[in-house]
């Protein structure tokens, strides 16, 4: 159930300290943690209430792949501790009320105005401040601006002849309607292959009359292995909480895997294959890192990956299928991997059809369905499961202004290029919540949230206590860390893909690896460097 909350107005020219944008993961702690600075701050959210992505993202299946006891806050232990999680991985009904929760608790909702989006926002140089317009007219005024937007939020649906022909209903899963959508006797089309279209397209099979699914490129679709949490098996991970979040908050990926057993290289096949089975069993992304070379030797990767492929035949029963869903010609975990239930198993049902489209492209859309290459495809309803613009999107839809009156859009015109993934040369006193060249989408997201937002708030109270008034990156601190985040990505098995990492799924996108995959552990030690360093390369002034 959604909770709405719209009484929240800003009045016409308000003023505050600082003004956040968003009210999902990264906006609730940002406000949290502003409030307990003692400073005065207002958010702005574009849905009826909280949540961000899992308040926008109820389509049926919707879950998250990192374990429901690690995809939590940890600021505050009386929290922790009282939220009863109830399955390995949470769905994305648990994660809202989790968060809804989190905002009643903390009273968050007082501070944030619901169902009004941001339009643009403007940097005073003069003044010194930002001026931030929303869609109903209103104005607000803010020292400092956190853009809280979400590395995922912008949904993306491709462009085709005909879709305005389309005579059926049409879904987009990361603008899923409030109140569900009833596939009964339906004819269904799905569009896109992603985690999204993984997780719904076995439930869309088991209540449609007959779904079809239209794929580009197939996945790496890992076995979930979902189980409901044990009472005693949450109260050990309760009691472990410190250690537990120490080792996410060091780790790679902000969560807690099985080491590699060694290099898949250096392993006979016997051994290869038996690690592999384990993970296969135990299910999750776990999966990736069986091995230490897989993401940095195409070779090693080419084991795993083949050994995925082997698990599709064994599943699937009509071979020509079964080989149409085997991902080739880019390494395993480069697109991000998938973390299913039965989705290979659906394509056994006899409800279920598989169009290829590089086989046979999307033509058209007609009144009826789908035309490809080969033939008509008959539609009562259209899901896109097309995914996002990824990192970007979310504030390329703000008309966001620095200095000289440039906009973001066309600072990144060619890509775009932060320091440290927080801030942007020419934006003073804005700053970003798990943005391009931060672990952002290749971490444990929530780790990567708590970690910026203290970072970034500590900053804040730093200019507080020197009486700075403006602070922004320098371009030459900013080039550095590209480079930095460019020559990381270089060195490992990502550049050959052509991913939303890279931007790819986005027409006209330039091809720039967004994410920083050094690591949060990594990236935090480095965090706290420049800031020991009196925040290095950031220049202030009064």
Request: aromatic share 10%; with cysteine.
């Amino acid at each position: 159930m959604r909770i709405s909350t719209l009484s929240n107005k800003t009045s016409h020219n308000a003023t505050y300290d600082v003004v956040v944008v968003g009210a999902g993961f990264a906006g609730l702690y940002a406000l949290h943690s502003l409030r307990q600075r003692g400073l005065s701050v207002h958010g702005f959210e574009a849905g009826t209430g909280v949540g961000g992505t899992w308040f926008w993202n109820t389509y049926p299946g919707a879950r998250c792949d990192v374990d429901s006891a690690d995809y939590s806050y940890s600021f505050d232990d009386d929290l922790q501790q009282e939220w009863v999680w109830t399955e390995r991985f949470p769905t994305q009904p648990e994660i809202l009320r989790y968060l809804e929760h989190v905002a009643d608790r903390f009273s968050l909702r007082d501070d944030i105005a619901f169902d009004t989006r941001v339009t643009s926002a403007q940097f005073d140089e003069t003044a010194g401040l930002w001026i931030i317009a929303t869609d109903d007219g209103n104005t607000a005024t803010a020292r400092w601006m956190i853009m809280a937007t979400g590395a995922l939020s912008a949904a993306r649906i491709p462009q085709m002849d005909g879709q305005e022909a389309f005579g059926g209903e049409v879904h987009h899963t990361a603008h899923w309607p409030a109140g569900g959508v009833d596939f009964t006797d339906k004819r269904v089309g799905v569009i896109g292959t992603g985690s999204s279209g993984v997780q719904a397209i076995p439930i869309i099979a088991e209540q449609a009359d007959h779904l079809t699914v239209f794929q580009r490129t197939p996945g790496f679709v890992i076995p979930a292995r979902n189980r409901p949490l044990s009472p005693g098996e949450l109260d050990d991970i309760k009691a472990q909480y410190p250690s537990r979040r120490a080792l996410q908050r060091e780790s790679h990926g902000g969560w807690i895997l099985p080491p590699p057993a060694g290099m898949a290289l250096e392993a006979s096949p016997e051994v290869r294959d038996k690690e592999y089975e384990s993970r296969w069993a135990a299910g999750g992304i776990a999966f990736q890192t069986t091995f230490g070379d897989l993401m940095f030797d195409a070779a090693a990767n080419e084991t795993a990956a083949e050994f995925v492929r082997s698990k599709i035949r064994e599943t699937v029963s009509d071979p020509i299928t079964a080989e149409a869903l085997c991902p080739k010609g880019y390494p395993l975990g480069t697109k991000r991997l998938c973390i299913g239930s039965d989705y290979y198993e659906t394509f056994n049902r006899d409800n279920v059809t598989l169009v290829d489209v590089r086989a046979t492209p999307i033509e058209r859309l007609d009144r009826g369905g789908i035309e490809t290459a080969a033939e008509l495809h008959e539609l009562d309803m259209i899901v896109y499961a097309t995914g996002f613009d990824a990192l970007t999107g979310s504030l390329d839809g703000i008309d966001i202004r620095g200095r000289n009156n440039l906009a973001l859009r066309d600072a990144w015109a060619a890509g775009p290029r932060t320091y440290l993934g927080v801030a942007v040369a020419g934006f003073p006193n804005m700053f970003i919540v798990t943005g391009p060249g931060s672990p952002s989408v290749l971490s444990n997201v929530v780790v990567s949230i708590e970690q910026h937002v203290e970072w970034v708030v500590d900053y804040i109270d730093h200019m507080r206590r020197t009486g700075a008034h403006v602070a922004e990156a320098t371009s030459t601190a900013q080039d550095e860390w590209a480079s930095h985040v460019t020559g990381i990505a270089a060195e490992s098995l990502y550049m050959q893909a052509d991913s939303w990492y890279l931007g790819a799924n986005i027409p006209g996108k330039p091809r720039i690896f967004l994410p920083y995959l050094g690591g949060v552990g990594n990236y935090r030690i480095l965090c706290t460097q420049i800031a020991d360093d009196d925040y290095r390369g950031f220049t202030t002034s009064i």
